[in-house]
């Protein structure tokens, strides 16, 4: 579990094909891993990956085919760097919001514009992922937690502080970055909640209609 508060901008410097999958070699920078064991979580990118070798200057992960189907990982190069934040602790502080490392779908930039101090990003979502952005609701982005300032059908604009911008890897955006994106967990769960016994029928139609919601007594 992480906050989407990102600690370090880390750097990808080995990417080995293993069998169909990958295995990659992230150096850290300044990200403290003194306290980092074998097996422990690192969000890279907002993918939670698992720790199975410390070379010293950063940590070594295997990358599924199920995460290089649904993230950025696979396409990235020898250089490209990475938001890094090391998993959650019971007594940390929960600055952004929940965030799982489980990503949803890839996004894409499709506009950048100045805000005053700020900058406006406009994301353009997977069709399916639209439900799950509200205005105001929070979304994570490579990792970072950000809170969702418009949404217009698949797409939503998020403003980025100067701090966020220089310490994340917003400020290397430009139009057509592509990007990881995890929706609020309380919203993936509460769609699944509301399908009740439904949820468990693998023929039944399981979309969240109006009409499905009036028939269960959810709307009038």
Same mark, same amino acid.
């Given at each position: 579990m992480?906050? +989407?508060?990102?600690?370090? %901008? !880390?750097?990808?410097?080995?990417s080995?094909?293993?069998?169909?999958d990958? /295995?990659?070699h *992230?150096?850290?920078?300044?990200?403290?891993l003194s306290?980092?064991?074998?097996?422990?979580?690192?969000?890279t990118?907002?993918v939670?990956?698992?720790?199975?070798?410390?070379?010293?200057?950063?940590f070594w992960?295997?990358?599924?085919?199920e995460?290089?189907?649904?993230?950025?990982?696979g396409?990235?190069?020898?250089?490209?760097?990475?938001n890094l934040?090391?998993?959650?602790?019971a007594?940390?502080?929960?600055?952004?919001?929940?965030?799982s +490392?489980?990503v949803?779908? %890839? !996004?894409?930039i499709v506009?950048?514009?100045?805000?005053?101090?700020?900058? /406006?990003?406009? *994301?353009k979502?997977?069709?399916?992922?639209a439900?799950?952005i509200?205005?105001?609701?929070?979304v994570?982005?490579d990792?970072?937690s950000l809170?969702?300032?418009?949404?217009?059908?698949?797409?939503?604009?998020?403003?980025?502080?100067?701090h966020?911008?220089?310490?994340?890897l917003?400020?290397?955006?430009?139009?057509?970055t592509?990007v990881n994106?995890?929706?609020?967990?309380?919203?993936?769960?509460l769609?699944r909640?509301?399908?009740?016994?439904?949820a468990?029928d693998?023929?039944?139609d399981?979309?969240?209609?109006?009409?499905?919601?009036?028939?269960n007594g959810?709307v009038?």
């Amino acid at each position: 579990m992480f906050t +989407g508060i990102i600690q370090a %901008v !880390g750097k990808l410097v080995a990417s080995e094909n293993r069998s169909g999958d990958k /295995r990659l070699h *992230i150096q850290t920078a300044n990200l403290d891993l003194s306290d980092v064991i074998l097996g422990d979580s690192i969000a890279t990118n907002g993918v939670c990956l698992t720790v199975i070798e410390l070379p010293g200057d950063g940590f070594w992960a295997d990358v599924s085919v199920e995460t290089l189907d649904y993230t950025t990982l696979g396409h990235l190069k020898n250089g490209s760097h990475v938001n890094l934040e090391k998993a959650l602790r019971a007594s940390d502080r929960l600055g952004g919001h929940i965030v799982s +490392g489980h990503v949803d779908g %890839v !996004g894409e930039i499709v506009s950048i514009h100045s805000d005053a101090r700020s900058i /406006r990003y406009r *994301i353009k979502a997977p069709a399916g992922l639209a439900k799950y952005i509200a205005h105001k609701g929070s979304v994570c982005v490579d990792g970072v937690s950000l809170t969702v300032n418009t949404v217009e059908g698949a797409e939503f604009e998020l403003n980025i502080v100067p701090h966020t911008q220089q310490k994340t890897l917003f400020g290397e955006y430009r139009n057509g970055t592509r990007v990881n994106l995890e929706v609020d967990v309380i919203a993936r769960y509460l769609e699944r909640l509301l399908l009740g016994d439904k949820a468990a029928d693998a023929s039944a139609d399981t979309r969240l209609t109006l009409g499905f919601l009036a028939e269960n007594g959810f709307v009038k």
